[in-house]
């Protein structure tokens, strides 16, 4: 019906009556009454239907909304449940879910605070499920609740205080975060662990001692620190190959872990070192006895690629408080006991002393040193002639390298090349080693000197260094320098450490001209097969030979061999530290090409070398050829 549906009806039913002057005033009267409740009427009508028409609009929408939030409720995956007077009333399906129930209604009526395990009730219960008020006040948390099988699942929850069927409610809001927790701890796992054992990383082992520290200390115990590191390792997994390897790195974690009690640490800090935190108190056991366990363990022979092996470690050990309370460095200090350990032989331990400390700070003192050697220009070389026995002249020089230090005065090479080489100084020393006997056979050409070919030794570390071969053509090309001036002196142990990729580096070498020499022949064990295939043009005779040479006969035969192994390879031979005439004509007599050592001429400073090839200088001998 339309508001003029109401005001036509209106007048219709209205009496007419005929007009006269004082019943035409009051009929006047009551068709102006008549009127104005017409038009009230029809007023009143017209906002009725508005009214309606509002209601029906509001109606539409509140469908609308709670047709809009069901879907919402139902779809979501956050889980939802109201309850009122601590009984469930209400669960979406995702709560359903959550909690595992197996019918709808399995969970309506019973206790809401059944759903959460018992160490979370009373936090509950002081909360959301029962203070009402401070269920407003409750922030997003993280607990658990359990689901219908007993099964405890982390949830991201958060409470709130609502009017449900008319009663004063919660409305539990959840989310499971099993996945993102489990996700969590892995990536937690991998940065604290060492992915291939599974035992801690370093991180996680320093953090442990220095929890131990402060522990140890409140009750007066020690800690023990135990650093190993297997030995010839590197031997393994060259030999097996890398999955060998960590075969048995997986198999010396397992060990390792059977050998200490669950409160200890073991841990892997990379490659075959591993470290141990010898935390419960020890009580009657040392912890000399345990590394002394630890080595006999070790050493039981294990199965790797279908043989059995015996691995070995070496063990250094430092004590809290004995040698500190640095975590960082009671782990240094182990570390430093550790490689006292092997240089005592491996296979064994070592505990940590102040005398390593000491003996370390020099080393470290000299390694600064060796850097601001090379900074300051204070190296130098010395040259040793190298002469040929059947000339008596001077065919070639060794340039020995001195330490000029304004400190320690003319400092031998034997007293800092070790400390160079561990240290990988080597590479930039070596460099310059080759730079200044380039610079120098320059300088002497220049000067119009008669130059012979200059041999530099070259360390194990620069060989293998890629760079060598670039370095070389760098520095020929420098000075404007023959290849042919040149000679690499290379020791025997250190052309067999990989014999193949050794051979590759010589042929490339050997390709821009330069000659080569094996250095201390005979005291390497050389396997005759890979002598045969090095492209060199010298043997040198190990000084200690030269030396036995008159007394020795077994000295005098080893000489005599590798003279003839020399020559049969087509091989040119020097014999070095030749100090006598008695040895000098042995060596004649034997065949030797050529001889260096303090008979004919110490190593010289540059000047006495440029006087003697100035001067034309020679050896003469009767036994010369
Ligand atoms: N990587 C590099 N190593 C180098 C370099 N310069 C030297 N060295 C190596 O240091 C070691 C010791 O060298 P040095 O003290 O110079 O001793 C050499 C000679 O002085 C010594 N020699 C020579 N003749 C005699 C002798 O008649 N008697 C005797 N007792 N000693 C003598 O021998 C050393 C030469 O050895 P070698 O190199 O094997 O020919 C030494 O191992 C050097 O190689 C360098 O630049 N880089």
Not at 294 to 302: E, M
Not at 397 to 419: C, D, H, K, T, Y
Request: contains cysteine; proline residues 5%.
């Amino acid at each position: 019906m339309t508001p003029s549906d109401f005001s036509n009806n209106a007048a219709v039913d209205a009496p007419r009556a005929p007009p006269s002057t004082v019943a035409s005033r009051s009929l006047l009267r009551e068709r102006a009454a008549r009127k104005e409740a017409e038009t009230l009427l029809e007023q009143k009508s017209r906002e009725l239907y508005d009214i309606n028409q509002n209601l029906r609009r509001l109606n539409t929408h509140i469908e609308e909304s709670e047709a809009r939030y069901r879907t919402l409720v139902e779809l979501i995956p956050d889980a939802i449940w109201i309850h009122t007077d601590g009984r469930i009333v209400f669960m979406n399906p995702a709560a359903l879910h959550l909690f595992g129930a197996r019918a709808g209604d399995e969970l309506l009526g019973t206790a809401a605070i059944d759903r959460v395990p018992p160490e979370s009730r009373a936090q509950m219960a002081e909360g959301t499920y029962h203070d009402i008020a401070a269920a407003q006040l409750m922030p997003r948390s993280a607990l658990q609740v359990l689901r219908c099988d007993g099964e405890p699942v982390d949830v991201e929850y958060f409470g709130c205080r609502i009017w449900f069927n008319n009663a004063d409610s919660v409305m539990s809001v959840a989310h499971d975060v099993t996945e993102r927790r489990l996700h969590e701890k892995a990536i937690e796992h991998q940065a604290t662990h060492d992915q291939l054992t599974g035992l801690p990383n370093r991180a996680l082992f320093l953090d442990r001692l220095a929890h131990a520290i402060p522990r140890a200390e409140r009750r007066k115990e020690r800690i023990a620190v135990v650093f190993l590191d297997l030995d010839k390792f590197k031997q393994v997994n060259d030999t097996l190959g890398h999955a060998i390897g960590d075969e048995l790195l997986r198999t010396v974690a397992d060990t390792l872990r059977h050998c200490v009690r669950d409160f200890d640490t073991v841990a892997r800090l990379g490659g075959d070192e591993f470290v141990l935190l010898l935390d419960s108190p020890l009580g009657d056991t040392t912890p000399g006895m345990i590394a002394e366990r630890i080595g006999a363990r070790l050493a039981r022979p294990v199965m790797l690629a279908g043989q059995e092996h015996v691995i070995t470690g070496s063990m250094g050990l430092s004590l809290f408080p004995d040698d500190g309370n640095d975590p960082e460095n009671l782990l240094r200090q182990a570390d430093i006991a550790m490689y006292r350990a092997k240089e005592a032989g491996r296979n064994g331990f070592q505990f940590f002393t102040q005398e390593m400390q000491s003996r370390l700070d020099a080393r470290v003192t000299l390694e600064r040193g060796l850097l601001r050697a090379l900074e300051r220009d204070e190296f130098v070389l010395h040259y040793q002639p190298q002469v040929d026995l059947a000339s008596g002249r001077i065919v070639g020089l060794e340039a020995l390298l001195r330490w000029q230090s304004p400190e320690l005065g003319l400092v031998p090479p034997m007293q800092f090349i070790p400390v160079a080489e561990e240290s990988n100084l080597i590479t930039a020393i070596g460099t310059w080693v080759l730079d200044k006997a380039c610079a120098t056979l320059r300088a002497w050409r220049d000067a119009g000197l008669p130059v012979v070919p200059v041999a530099v030794n070259v360390a194990a570390s620069q060989f293998a260094h890629q760079d060598l071969e670039a370095t070389l053509r760098g520095v020929l090309e420098k000075h404007g320098v023959d290849p042919a001036l040149i000679e690499f002196e290379l020791t025997e142990s250190l052309s067999m450490e990989d014999p193949e990729a050794s051979i590759a580096m010589m042929h490339r070498l050997k390709a821009i001209g330069i000659a080569m020499a094996i250095d201390d022949f005979g005291t390497g064990y050389s396997n005759l097969s890979y002598l045969k295939r090095f492209p060199v043009d010298k043997l040198k005779i190990d000084q200690s030979f030269t030396r036995g040479l008159v007394n020795d006969a077994e000295d005098r035969s080893i000489v005599t061999a590798v003279i003839r192994l020399a020559h049969s390879l087509g091989l040119r031979t020097i014999a070095e530290g030749v100090e006598t005439e008695g040895q000098l004509r042995l060596l004649a007599a034997q065949g030797c090409d050529e001889i260096q050592g303090y008979y004919f001429s110490r190593p010289l400073p540059e000047a006495g070398i440029v006087a003697m090839l100035r001067d034309g200088v020679t050896m003469t001998l009767d036994v010369l050829r």
